[in-house]
């Protein structure tokens, strides 16, 4: 096998982290751009990308602004401030680079080596499958494909990268870009509206319920390059759509950094259903690399009767950084966001939601599962705010934490507003670990240890698994128990 | 070199470090008191260096503190001679019929800060195990901040940056009231019971403010030897609607194993004043400590707990009960930390808002790693009466251990229009019915109280006051 030879270095490293199977390297032809950060950089990406002025003018003014913003820390985990000189800001295959910007992008430019990655990663590339799922599949810097389009096209939904979106659909993009994460709400959005690299652009059209699920697979592959994706999502009146998003990275023994913004807009009487399995390198036992997950999403519910779902699993990255939000603005419309969020080794996630409570008979849900094991840290934080005209407003929250093991902290920091009395608002929340008698139950009935704690912790995610689509139910069940090996000695 | 600041906040600071200042002059001869100029001085470099907290500091994000800066404040004036305060200011004891209890205390009756021989009573039945310490140099100096063993980080960030949370010995104390009241300390209050003493009459402690835009600043520490009980009741009132007061206050408690408190804290000041309170607690190995706050005035006020659970087996129990009303803004909030094994604490707040006011809630349980069988629980519940009222709690868990059973709960909303249509389908007319099931609400935190004559007192005290209530404009889902 030659591949074994070539691959003997990275075969090395994986097998110190055997619980990371997505931690491979893929050796291709890229064009990455030198490290640093600046304006130059900043247009040259632009330029790269071929871009309109009106978006070079958003990343400049972005950038303008960042530059005099200072970086937060106040998230309950600890890192040294980063160092953005250190960072590569676009890195794109090479072979697939040069079909950007030409007329017809087709599929069989894709670089033969990123479309085995994504095999080895289970993601359909060609579209042939009988899956029902469709995918852009983002390498880097840049989508290298998106399946199903014409299928989609046919019912007006738009779902392509942001780049093209860019190119084909500019008063959309012009229309929604920043209206939901403006360039300046905060210090990683200032910096993805700079140097967003791409993302998934998808625009429902009113009354279209999208038949099949639309998903996106991120892979950050090149050291020390940054991912900026930018992802907007429209669903006009009476829409539905389910999009699905996961994500990895090679095993690197420095940190990388991932700064996504998404924006979702979702009309009168749509539903959108945003489901995440983030899986990003964790970083090893000694806190060594891994990925910095710093993403800002936020969803607003524009007309009445709006409904936005995010439902979460996260697994990965050394420190995520991440608030799904919900502006409720039509009258009675419906946030939820269902979480399982599971730290392991010396993993820190702060990590929650906010519900924004505008519009009359607004209704949100909040259930959040974390676990925690190893030497990590689990720490929810979520706002819930109540302004003086959502009367009737209605929130129920519910944060349940468990503990694996003695080295490992779980947090809880609710934020609740209220300024109107109509307003029902409740918040629960619970902290527990794997109790004997279950184990013991179990391990009397011939489960091992392991597949015992597997089945509680699964029951115990029971509540945020039955939301996710299928598919990803399954995974993320199998990404929990690979997670959690060797956590109980 | 200060942090900036909007000029009648500056004012603020500079006039109070001028009377620490003032203060050290006065004691500089002063041998005894050489160790009390030094921390007074040490604590106003701590306050220059940090100055007033924003709202974008994490502990004052609900909490202006605009309404402090409305006016200077001066320190309270003391009688020259050695004059009763009491006649100075023209206080009688008929004027404290409403603080009164009608069951037996130790009375201890303050005017402005200044302890009133002809006000106090029931002195006789203090006996050797107790001692009451007043004013004296040498007690004033053993109040010191490092006695706040065990707690780590009073101040936003500070506390987040040490992992693991353990219990640690150095102290962490940077909150600016505390560094204010360290840095004007003068008179204080120091109250010991004898191990395995046993007082059986609560001890009352009534301060009474008069002055008008001064500053009460108030040092007490009590010291509970292994096995003591006692009771104490704290009350800070104003007597009429006048003087625009400050009262600044700082406790410290310490138990020993075994000790047994009981706190009462009632504080009712008029709608002008202000109230900053914290009390720092020590709990050793099995001792219990339970306190009831009833914040029922000032324009202003923010009361903290920290306690600290240092010992195997020790009990805490914090209730709240806050009636903010018209434009006040109450802040209530606890720190509860288990450094040791096997401890419980429980927490009942309960606040009803209405009118323009402003009700804020925070509480934090943090578990250390070594705290395994912990078990916490607290409970915030909101009652908002008005439109315009305002609650914004924050129920915080922070755990480093893995056996533990800890939860917080919380509930803001208005009161179920079901309940008002039960009253009023049994003849009870609708103001009734929305002042008595007030009532049921906000007095909930009080059935902890073990001893029947205290708990019926201050019920009659709280529902007197809820008789007040005004009838209501407004109530969602039964509009007339």
């Keep these: ?489 | 070199m200060s942090p900036k600041m909007p000029p009648n906040a500056r004012q603020l600071l500079e006039a109070l470090e001028q009377q620490s200042q003032a203060l050290n002059e006065r004691d500089q001869d002063d041998a005894a008191r050489a160790k009390l100029v030094a921390r007074r001085e040490a604590a106003r470099e701590c306050l220059n260096q940090t100055g007033w907290p924003t709202r974008k500091h994490e502990n004052w994000h609900y909490t202006g503190l605009t309404p402090l800066f409305e006016s200077p404040f001066a320190l309270a004036d003391t009688p020259d001679d050695d004059r009763d305060p009491a006649e100075t200011a023209a206080v009688t004891e008929a004027m404290l019929a409403d603080c009164l209890p009608p069951f037996a205390t130790i009375r201890l009756v303050f005017v402005d800060g200044v302890y009133s021989d002809s006000l106090s009573a029931g002195l006789d039945a203090i006996d050797d195990s107790l001692s009451i310490e007043m004013a004296d140099a040498d007690a004033i100096q053993a109040f010191t901040l490092e006695d706040l063993k065990g707690y780590a980080g009073v101040q936003d960030g500070t506390r987040n940056a040490a992992r693991p949370v353990a219990p640690s010995d150095q102290p962490n104390v940077d909150d600016v009231f505390v560094h204010i009241n360290e840095m004007l300390l003068d008179q204080g209050l120091t109250i010991r019971l004898a191990p395995n003493a046993v007082l059986e009459q609560p001890l009352q402690i009534l301060q009474v403010v008069t002055q008008d835009r001064k500053l009460v600043n108030l040092r007490t520490q009590f010291e509970l030897g292994h096995h003591a009980q006692m009771t104490w009741l704290n009350q800070v009132v104003s007597l009429s609607d006048q003087p625009r007061s400050w009262v600044n206050r700082l406790q410290q408690v310490s138990l020993g194993e075994g000790a047994v408190a009981r706190q009462l804290d009632w504080q009712d000041l008029n709608a002008q004043s202000l109230f900053t309170g914290l009390t720092f607690v020590d709990q050793a190995a099995h001792s219990q400590w339970q306190t009831h706050s009833l914040a029922l005035g000032a324009r202003w006020s923010r009361q903290q707990g920290y306690v600290c659970l240092n010992g195997e087996g020790a009990d805490a129990e914090q209730n709240t009960l806050a009636w903010v009303r018209g434009q006040q803004l109450t802040d209530s909030r606890t720190e509860t930390q288990h450094g040791a094994p096997h401890c419980t604490s429980r927490q009942l707040h309960k606040f009803v808002v209405q009118d323009q006011a402003r009700g804020v809630f925070n509480g934090m349980i943090g578990v250390a790693r070594a705290a395994q069988k912990t078990d916490g629980q607290m409970d915030n519940k909101n009652l908002l009466l008005s439109p315009k009222a305002k609650m914004d709690t924050k129920p915080q868990l922070e755990i480093y251990a893995d056996d533990v059973a800890c939860s917080h709960g919380c509930a803001s909303g208005e009161i179920d229009a079901d309940q008002i249509f039960y009253a009023q389908a049994r003849g009870i007319q609708r103001d009734e019915a929305v002042r008595m099931i007030t009532r049921a609400f906000l007095l909930e935190p009080l059935e902890s109280i073990a001893q029947s004559a205290m708990r019926h007192w201050l019920h009659d005290l709280v529902s007197q006051r809820l008789a007040q209530l005004p009838a209501l404009q407004y109530l969602a889902g039964c509009d007339q």
Excluded at chain 1, 187 to 210: K, M
Excluded at chain 1, 305 to 328: D, F, M, N, R
Excluded at chain 1, 419 to 431: G, I, L, V, Y
Excluded at chain 1, 463 to 488: H, K
């Design chain 1, 1 to 489: 096998m030659t591949d074994a030879t070539q691959y003997q270095e990275i075969n090395d490293l994986l097998s110190k982290n055997q619980h990371y199977k997505e931690g491979f390297f893929t050796r291709t032809a890229v064009e990455t751009f030198e490290k640093g950060l600046n304006e130059t950089v900043v247009r040259a990406i632009s330029a790269k990308k071929n871009e309109p002025e009106w978006m070079l003018d958003f990343r400049l003014k972005a950038f303008e602004h960042w530059k005099n913003m200072p970086e937060p820390h106040w998230a309950k985990a600890e890192y040294e401030p980063l160092d953005y000189q250190d960072y590569s800001y676009y890195s794109a295959p090479e072979c697939n680079q040069c079909a950007v910007g030409e007329d017809e992008p087709s599929e069989q430019e894709i670089d033969p080596e990123v479309a085995k990655a994504f095999a080895a990663l289970g993601v359909p590339l060609d579209g042939s499958g009988d899956s029902d799922v469709a995918v852009d599949a983002i390498f880097d810097s840049v989508s290298v494909s998106t399946t199903k389009r014409e299928e989609l096209s046919e019912l007006g939904i738009i779902f392509c990268s942001f780049s093209e979106a860019v190119h084909d659909y500019p008063e959309l993009v012009q229309q929604y870009l920043g209206s939901v994460v403006p360039y300046h709400d905060n210090y990683f959005a200032a910096l993805n509206s700079a140097v967003a690299s791409d993302g998934t652009f998808v625009y429902v059209p009113e009354g279209v319920r999208c038949p099949v699920d639309l998903s996106t697979y991120f892979r950050i592959n090149e050291a020390k390059t940054g991912q900026f994706e930018r992802t907007i999502l429209i669903a006009e009146k009476g829409s539905y759509v389910s999009y699905l998003e996961g994500c990895s990275a090679p095993v690197r023994d420095t940190y990388q950094l991932h700064a996504a913004v998404v924006e979702v807009i979702v009309h009168e009487r749509a539903e959108v259903k945003y489901s995440t399995v983030q899986n990003w390198y964790p970083g090893d036992e000694d806190c060594e690399g891994g990925i910095l997950n710093f993403v800002t999403k936020r969803g607003v519910c524009e007309g009445a009767h709006a409904k936005l779902s995010w439902t979460q699993a996260e697994t990965g990255s050394a420190i995520t950084w991440k608030y799904p939000s919900c502006v409720l603005k039509g009258d009675h419309s419906i946030g939820e966001f269902y979480s399982v969020a599971l730290t392991n080794r010396r993993q820190q996630a702060d990590t929650g939601t906010k519900m924004i409570h505008i519009g009359k008979n607004t209704r949100s849900t909040i259930i959040s599962k974390g676990l925690s094991a190893g030497h990590s840290d689990n720490t929810y934080r979520g706002l819930v705010r109540i302004l003086p005209g959502a009367d009737n407003a209605r929130n129920f929250t519910q944060c349940d934490s468990m503990l694996i093991g003695n080295q490992c902290g779980a947090h809880t920091f609710p934020y609740i507003e209220v300024e109107n009395p109509s307003a029902q608002m409740e918040h629960e929340a619970t902290t527990s670990r794997i109790g004997e008698d279950q184990l013991f139950y179990c391990q009397q009935r011939g489960i091992s240890e392991q597949d015992a704690i597997s089945m509680i912790v699964n029951g115990f995610c029971k509540d945020v698994f039955s939301e996710l689509p299928l598919e990803f139910a399954q995974e993320a069940e199998e990404l929990l128990a690979v997670s959690l090996e060797g956590s109980v000695g």
